[in-house]
């Protein structure tokens, strides 16, 4: 859906509202006017160009993140913030890309008088080290479901397994498979789906597991043979060791300092992941996946904050940390980065209101417009925070009974929660036609709703940054408890 429309709301009554807000917190004058910098304009400028094809689709890593990445930090720099990474306005962190070389790569498996040779486009291996195996014997490992008992350690110690697992790639399964390799095999085989994948990110210096190799194949002829597995079968295999090339990723930070003399040592921060997922290996047409409400949206909806707090003519009384990560498309690498390396401590940071899908309006389950959600939306007070500054601009702030639950986990601010830190997702829309597809495009923002909805952020943000008392967790939320326990731990409490 294409909204045409902008600017029908007009900016001077979110000012009011917000002066409205301002004086209702019992603030000093100089909160009263916002400079107004939150405009319809300034939001699609800002998704326009993360999200234009010249950025490739923002995959982590790539030169299109790269230019994002120096885009963001020239935004803060207009702002006069601080920067707060370890190279100015970015936090580095050192990764490796880890790729597995198939050019010398041979597997072949005889039984009962067959040979099956495996075939290299039909082909994942995983392995931590190079390979050589010749005529080893072949044990059959069936894993008919994730409940079935795994087979004695002496049993395939030593041995190639050849698996039959069922069809469910359940979580639950895969932990199966791992437990599996853990037994001591000297490579195990099995089918599966092999995608087009370029390799793997893993933090420098990091070892994974010492475990065995694993090699999947989506050949429908394995399938068979594996079933047909005669005794006295033989596996030989030759496997390059694999590649790793360093690869430099960035979250990009910075602060706006608190103006009062104890409460500009706690923290706000506000997130979002300036990453998307590239470019689609194959299909017709279109592959670049532009990411503009995934999560373009949720980037310009930091900046507009930080502009519009670094242009009030008194600042917040907590400092605010405006931060965009990499990776959250590849498993909330930079958040998870950023809360094992906080650059402000963990347990004076209050609060954490992460960004995403701020401009879509049109979810799959009906129209979000002048409406905006959260997830966790009662797992901590910064529901209701919310929900008290949309009632100065109009923006319903509401609760999906499922979704605000099972969606908490699917962004960034899960890293924050995890560590103790009262971590919620501010959204708009769930689920959108072009959620994850080339088609994802800034063109179909509702950038009018969005102002409204960045306006509504800005007074949850400029209430929880000036009151003293900080957001906590819902204790009597059974599904808070793990959360409150981390937060207790933060605190030194037990
Ligand atoms: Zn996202």
């Not at 033989?234 to 930070?253: D, G, W």
Request: with cysteine.
């Amino acid at each position: 859906m294409y909204h045409g429309e902008f600017f029908t709301m007009p900016t001077r009554l979110l000012l009011l509202a917000l002066a409205a807000c301002l004086s209702v917190a019992g603030q000093p004058a100089a909160h009263q006017a916002l400079p107004a910098p939150i405009s319809a304009d300034t939001l699609k400028a800002h998704v326009s160009f993360l999200a234009s094809d010249a950025l490739q689709g923002r995959d982590t890593p790539s030169a299109g993140l790269d230019v994002a990445a120096e885009y963001i930090a020239s935004q803060f720099r207009r702002y006069g913030l601080q920067a707060a990474g370890s190279d100015g306005y970015f936090q580095v962190a050192p990764y490796v890309m880890v790729r597995q070389p198939m050019d010398a790569f041979e597997l072949t498996i005889e039984s009962g008088g067959k040979t099956w040779k495996a075939p290299k486009d039909r082909v994942a291996a995983s392995t931590a080290a190079a390979v050589s195996l010749s005529s080893v014997e072949v044990v059959k490992v069936l894993l008919p479901d994730e409940n079935a008992a795994l087979p004695a350690k002496e049993t395939v110690q030593g041995k190639a397994v050849v698996l039959v697992s069922g069809p469910a790639h359940s979580r639950a399964m895969l932990q199966r498979r791992q437990e599996l390799l853990g037994l001591g095999p000297a490579i195990v085989v099995t089918a599966g789906f092999v995608g087009s994948s370029d390799g793997e990110l893993r933090q420098a210096g990091a070892q994974s597991a010492p475990r065995a190799p694993l090699v999947t194949t989506s050949d429908p002829e394995f399938t068979a043979f594996a079933q047909a597995l005669a005794d006295g079968a033989r596996l030989s295999a030759t496997i390059p060791a694999p590649v790793e090339e360093p690869v430099t990723l960035k979250n990009v930070i910075a602060t706006l300092p608190g103006s009062d003399a104890q409460l500009k040592d706690s923290y706000v921060l506000l997130t979002a992941h300036y990453d998307h997922i590239g470019v689609s290996p194959r299909g017709d047409g279109d592959r670049i996946n532009n990411g503009a409400n995934d999560d373009a949206s949720g980037v310009a909806t930091v900046l507009a904050l930080a502009e519009a707090f670094s242009k009030l003519p008194q600042r917040p009384r907590r400092t605010l940390v405006f931060m965009t990560y990499f990776g959250e498309e590849k498993g909330l690498l930079g958040s998870r980065w950023y809360a094992s390396n906080p650059v402000v401590p963990l347990a004076s940071t209050v609060a954490n209101l992460n960004f995403e899908h701020m401009g879509r309006t049109d979810d799959n389950e009906g129209s979000r417009a002048g409406r905006i959600t959260t997830t966790g939306f009662d797992y901590t007070t910064l529901g209701d925070t919310l929900s008290a500054a949309g009632k100065l601009t109009g923006m319903e702030v509401w609760k999906h009974d499922r979704n605000s639950d099972s969606f908490f986990a699917r962004s960034d601010n899960q890293a924050l929660a995890d560590a103790g830190v009262p971590a919620i997702t501010v959204l708009a829309a769930w689920i959108f036609p072009d959620y994850h597809r080339p088609s994802d495009h800034w063109d179909r923002l509702d950038y009018d709703n969005m102002r409204n909805a960045v306006a509504t952020g800005a007074i949850a943000v400029s209430r929880v940054a000036d009151s003293t008392e900080a957001p906590q967790w819902i204790e009597s939320n059974p599904k808070v408890a793990k959360y409150l326990k981390a937060w207790r731990e933060l605190h030194g409490m037990h």
